[in-house]
């Protein structure tokens, strides 16, 4: 298992890799807080939908969770692929996701 050696902390932007079962398209991307979304779609299984972005603190993350709880997609991984503390929270708009 790789060692992360950024800090992780509760109310800093990051950058989150979301993964749940089933299709949703381009068109929930703005439901998802601007996240960026792809599908793969594996030959022997159900496609998997991966949201990718920044979220802006914890409490949006856990925001975000509930929403597609809601939806009844089951979690298969929360990932943070970048913790900036250097990055405000107006970069953590929607507009600003890295892609």
């Known amino acids: 298992m790789k060692e992360v050696k950024q800090k992780l902390t509760l109310d800093q932007p990051a950058t989150y890799q979301i993964k749940v079962p089933g299709h949703l ?3 929930w991307s703005e439901w998802a807080g601007g996240m ?12 998997i939908t991966t949201l990718t972005g920044i979220v802006a603190d914890q409490a949006a993350l ?6 597609l709880y ?12 970048e913790c900036d ?3 405000s929270v107006d970069d953590a708009s929607p507009n600003n996701n890295r892609r």
Do not use: A, K, Y
């Not at 960026?36 to 496609?47: A, F, K, L």
């Not at 939806?71 to 692929?81: A, R």
């Open 25 to 27: 398209d381009e068109s």
């Open 36 to 47: 960026t979304i792809t599908v793969e779609n594996g030959d022997d299984g159900p496609p």
């Open 62 to 67: 856990h925001g975000l969770l509930r929403r």
């Open 70 to 81: 809601s939806l009844g997609l089951p979690l298969l991984s929360v990932i943070c692929i």
């Open 85 to 87: 503390p250097e990055r």
